[in-house]
């Protein structure tokens, strides 16, 4: 019921539904941007939501991350290159279709099933978060360390290919947390008498340096690199092109399984969109009539990831609105948010701002419903639109753009020093196949982990034994290194069987 | 077992390695700097121990890998990429010497030259339009204090201070 009364709320609020517009279509323009993500999108605009309502930034930014996920199926479907890492599978069948002339109407079908995916993962969200809030709040902290560190486990291992570089990332970025003043006892760490540091290292110009300015590297170095799109006309196809419920109706049980293949998933600290995606397509791929047409052009191939990609969103905002534990990137940068806002996270949240999470949800709905008419009607001229924009300019206007971002956040050169450093940092561990998104979930993760390690030690009077003596935080550490020996034994099977080319 | 590696069959886990048992060791022994609880406990030490820790296997795990497989060689930083960085961190320099508005101005043509924008108007422009733009958008419209130049501001000449 709270939900309905959310929603009208948030549609009589003009100013913030301008927000929510202007956030699905900003969005889908970063998304479609080949090398651009949400995440990008999200850390270069936080700065400016600063000076906005808390709603109207989280809304803002929540619906931008929504909308960024599908709209990296256009570059997928139309320039053969995924906007986003979780539009890779999308590319699979949705290239192909586009080059039989058919990019409108897999457009069509990413967009209905993205809408679709994503609605189902929000409505899960919104009646099963109170219930893990609930069980949440029973937990101790020696529950809750053991819960972060599986998380630490799970997304340095999963994320990455190389389990070593993940574990590395991660131990950096928890590092990077601990320079300045302990919160408990005053102490300095790691300052070296440097002023600056004893604030500690911000994490908006780190992250506004590694998904950003990482990536501005990333282009330049690929620069040369032209993006092709395919010139097929479609408005000669117009029949072909037109979607149809014969055309529509074989991919639906694919949109309902990813769907909640996607929501699963998205639970999961760290499992992201792209996981989901490669997840749901091998799966539908696995159960389809039409087996052999995957890879050359199947509705269904395109349907299947882009559901999963989209159902991702919502869930994924579980553990951090009951745990505080951030599920991607894009919570990573939410938790700044909720923070800058005072807006405390964790199982206390429903409890102290129940209404405002019920106008962030209502938001989202809203939001898939805008990016989902946008998509659905002008899709294909966006993707001619983001032809148009001369890379050659973009990328200096960003460039720029996240140095006054960067220091707009607590008005620190210091911080746009942090960003220059870390940006080359990003675009190292991209090439070495460190782990840009366990890096910046870690630092969120980091100050609970500590505090909670801290709160079990004095509890124990410093015995570690109380991790194991416990039934819950027991479970967790098993799930950490069972995670991590599945991790290393798929890692292993892979080396070992001989390369095959089918998807 | 050859141990004696030469510059030549660096591998590329070999370099990384090295390179994270370093900072490992390094700030190991930074965390052990760090004061105990006055108790007796662990403290404020504790978390940066573990990280250092992990870092420091990490490194050692890249090292032995890195020996073994020697195919991988480490790629050197594309001076296109140094370019950039070093411009960066000149940009940083700038705006605390001579503010924003002129760092910008100078910094901007040369950033899209180094992307390939090769028109001398169109250089000009960004030398005059990204400084105004960026002015009025953060600190005119948003409010946000700018860095001002501790050596010349132009601000403060068009302000009149």
């Excluded at chain 1, 479907?77 to 890492?85: E, H, Q, V, W």
């Excluded at chain 1, 973009?394 to 956040?409: D, H, K």
């Excluded at chain 2, 890249?62 to 073994?68: A, C, K, M, S």
């Excluded at chain 2, 990429?81 to 040369?110: D, E, H, N």
């Amino acid at each position: 019921m709270e939900i309905f009364n959310a929603l009208a709320g948030v549609i009589t609020n003009p100013m913030l539904m301008l927000w929510v517009l202007a956030a699905a279509i900003i969005g889908m323009i970063v998304g479609a941007i080949p090398g651009l993500t949400a995440s990008a999108a999200i850390a270069m605009l936080l700065p400016l939501t600063f000076y906005m309502e808390p709603l109207s930034a989280l809304a803002f930014l929540y619906v931008i991350g929504k909308s960024g996920r599908y709209g990296g199926s256009i570059a997928a479907i139309l320039f053969n290159t995924p906007g986003t890492a979780a539009s890779a599978a999308t590319q699979i069948d949705g290239y192909p279709l586009a080059q039989k002339g058919m990019a409108s109407k897999a457009m069509k079908v990413a967009t209905l099933s993205s809408v679709i995916g994503d609605f189902i993962g929000e409505v899960l969200l919104i009646f099963g978060v109170g219930l893990i809030a609930a069980i949440a709040l029973s937990l101790g902290p020696p529950e809750l360390f053991t819960i972060y560190f599986a998380a630490f486990v799970v997304i340095s291992s999963v994320i990455g290919k190389s389990i070593i570089r993940g574990l590395a990332s991660a131990a950096l970025r928890v590092l990077i947390k601990m320079i300045g003043i302990d919160p408990i006892s005053s102490e300095e760490r790691f300052t070296f008498g440097n002023f600056d540091m004893t604030n500690g290292i911000s994490l908006v110009p780190l992250m506004i340096g590694v998904f950003v300015l990482g990536e501005v590297f990333s282009q330049l170095e690929a620069r040369k690199n032209k993006i092709k799109i395919i010139n097929k006309n479609d408005s000669e196809n117009n029949a072909i092109n037109r979607l149809s419920w014969i055309d529509f109706k074989p991919c639906i049980p694919h949109i309902i399984r990813s769907s909640f293949i996607g929501s699963f998933i998205g639970v999961l600290p760290g499992m992201g969109s792209s996981i989901a995606a490669f997840v749901a397509y091998g799966e539908g791929k696995r159960r389809a009539k039409n087996m052999n047409e995957w890879g050359s052009g199947a509705l269904e191939g395109v349907a299947a990831p882009e559901a999963a990609n989209n159902a991702v969103s919502g869930p994924s905002m579980a553990p951090l609105l009951t745990l505080g534990i951030p599920g991607s990137t894009i919570g990573a940068i939410l938790v700044g948010v909720f923070l800058i806002h005072g807006i405390p996270i964790g199982p206390t949240l429903f409890i102290t701002s129940r209404e405002l999470v019920f106008n962030l949800f209502a938001c989202g709905l809203i939001g898939i419903a805008l990016y989902g008419l946008i998509g659905y009607f002008c899709a294909p001229f966006l993707g001619r639109f983001i032809t148009k924009i001369p890379r050659d300019v973009l990328y200096p206007i960003i460039f720029l753009t996240s140095f006054i971002a960067a220091y707009a956040s607590r008005g620190s050169l210091f911080d746009v020093l942090v960003m220059a450093v870390a940006g080359l940092a990003g675009w190292l561990m991209k090439k070495y196949d460190f782990n840009p998104a366990a890096f910046i979930i870690s630092f969120v993760l980091a100050g609970g982990a500590e505090e909670t390690l801290r709160q079990s030690l004095l509890l124990s009077d410093n015995g570690l034994f109380i991790f194991v003596t416990r039934p819950v935080a027991l479970g967790f550490l098993f799930i950490a290194f069972f995670a991590l020996f599945i991790r290393m034994r798929s890692l292993t099977h892979q080396t070992r069987k001989p390369r095959f080319n089918d998807v | 077992m050859n141990l004696q590696v030469s510059t030549k069959n660096l591998s590329q886990g070999f370099v990384i390695g090295v390179v994270l048992t370093t900072f490992g060791i390094a700030i190991l022994i930074a965390s052990f700097q760090i004061d105990k609880d006055p108790g007796g406990g662990w403290g404020a030490r504790i978390f940066p121990m573990f990280g250092s820790i992990t870092l420091l296997m990490a490194g050692i795990l890249e090292l032995r890998f890195g020996l073994r497989n020697t195919q991988t060689k480490p790629d050197y930083i594309p001076s296109n990429i140094l370019v950039l960085f070093g411009l960066a961190i000149g940009y940083i320099f700038f705006i605390g010497k001579i503010g924003y508005l002129l760092s910008t101005g100078l910094v901007a043509p040369l950033i899209f030259l180094v992307f390939g924008v090769k028109n001398l108007i169109g250089l000009f422009v960004s030398a005059v339009l990204c400084p105004v733009a960026y002015h009025l958008i953060f600190f005119e419209l948003l409010g946000v204090f700018p860095p001002y130049g501790k050596w010349f501001d132009l601000l403060n000449v068009i302000q009149g201070n």
